[in-house]
């Protein structure tokens, strides 16, 4: 990032493979996290929702105050001047890793890497096998890829619309940031309401409000908030908070999911599986999003058929309600895979018990210990 805001003329292709470098290295710290949650969310199963929740209240201060003053500051000093500002990040991200003191593996053997990377490519594809694992991944998929983005037909109407509200970056950055402060609500409200509640009882509901949640661009576009005297940045403010709360409480649950689903011993690579596999159904989502948009002919200078879009795009995200047989309707604060993919890492036969009626307290405590 430093040498994207210092360098004026650099070739697209290096600075394409900074960027890379810069989200490689925000992964690898992302997964390494996702590994310690997952653990012990294995080893402490009615702490799962807790873990998360504390994740995801994180991520959302996080971006809620990165969008607050985005806007701002590109407006300020400008977009190179940014670049440079996210270089510290990374550099805290090293000074905790240099600060967190870990046991010292003595007489690692690097010579076994490869046989310890195919050992859990065998170990990840035995899980995926097992129902209980691929019949969670196959929703997550699907609801994910049939939730389609027309953001990009959004934001052009937002800003170039002749009818439209001509948003500028800093208002533009500001809806954001009330975005990701519905996204902070949604992981308090999950925490304290939905926590203890089945997945699917969740999901179920949370499906509905999402599409239902939708239809507020549909008032916006067809300019219904107008007749009544409703300014469209009260309309686009709520729509943001309602929208990326309910988003929140539909992730949430499957976060918790997906913690669960990870067998002892590759948990951090197998989360990152599930990842993937999130990401590649939002990567879907945004392509048929995209072909929507072309097949209606919906441009940056051509909206005629936007509320078309917002409707279609509403109605497939409520499709997921029918498919949620697929999810586990146990009770969320136990465990879910089967005994023998619990066993501890250390090759003993003793199987990680559940703790019960286990506070935060006494898993910081024990994790000090």
Known sequence: MITLSLQNNLYLVFALLLLIGGSAGAAVADV??????????????????DMQSLCGLSSSVGQLIGYAISGFLVHHI???????????????VILVGIIIQEPFIRNFSYKRVTQKFLDAGRAMWMALKCSVIWRPCLYMYLSLAVSLHIHEGMFYWYTDAKNGPSFSQEVVGSISAVGALGSLL??????????SQPFRRVLFWAQLL???????????????NLTF??????????????????????????????????PSGIEGTFFALLMSIDHVGSFSASWA??????????TRTTFDNLWLAIVIRSVFRVLPVGILFLIPSNDPNAAILPSEMLRAKKGDDEILEPPVNMEMA????????
């Open 32 to 49: 390494t996290i996702d590994a310690c949650v997952t653990e012990n969310s294995i080893s402490h199963p009615s702490l799962a929702g």
């Open 78 to 92: 400008g977009s190179k001047g940014v670049f440079g500002l996210l270089s510290i990040p990374a550099g805290l």
């Open 186 to 195: 949604g992981v308090l409200l999950y925490q304290n309401a939905f926590r």
């Open 210 to 224: 999402y599409g239902t949640s939708g239809l507020l661009d549909l008032i916006l576009v067809l300019r219904i």
């Open 229 to 262: 005297g409703i300014p469209d940045y009260v309309v686009v403010v709520i729509d943001a908070a309602v929208s990326h709360m309910i988003g929140r409480l539909k992730w949430m649950p499957l976060l918790v999911l997906s913690s669960k689903l990870c």
């Open 289 to 298: 999003g995209g072909l929507l948009l072309h097949t209606l002919n919906v």
């Open 362 to 369: 006494s898993l910081v405590n024990n994790i000090e210990a």
